[in-house]
Nanobody
Framework: QVQLVESGGGLVQAGGSLNLSCTATGFTFSFLSMSWHRQAPGKERELVAVISGQGGRTKYAESVKGRFTVSRDNAKSTVYLQMHSLAPDDTAVYYC??????????WGQGTQVTVSS
């Protein structure tokens, strides 16, 4: 079983920055593919960024390319999402997701990000 705990959400003005963290326990972290997703009110959950187990491969949603950066520290079992140039459209609950080698997926509880205009 993998447990995920996100932190770092909050309220920020448009143009500002926030850094999210997600710490995993219960599994060898470097074996986990990690991703960030978000869900805005009334919308479906969408993929924001993915990072491979060793961090060598990343992928971003078009809407966040150039503004968000995903990274991981396997020694700390933590994945990060640096968010810059935030806009009101980025307002959502942000979720961390881990996928094991057997393709079983686990979700964190989510952290609220609110961007005011």
């Amino acid at each position: 079983q993998v447990q995920l705990v996100e932190s770092g959400g909050g309220l920020v003005q448009a143009g500002g920055s926030l850094n999210l963290s997600c710490t995993a326990t219960g599994f060898t972290f470097s074996f986990l593919s990690m991703s960030w997703h978000r869900q805005a009110p009334g919308k479906e959950r969408e993929l924001v960024a993915v990072i491979s187990g060793q961090g060598g491969r990343t992928k971003y949603a078009e809407s966040v390319k150039g503004r968000f950066t995903v990274s991981r520290d396997n020694a700390k079992s933590t994945v990060y999402l640096q968010m810059h140039s935030l806009a009101p459209d980025d307002t959502a609950v942000y979720y961390c997701r881990a996928v094991r080698l057997d393709e079983r997926a686990f979700w964190g509880q989510g952290t609220q990000v609110t961007v005011s205009s």
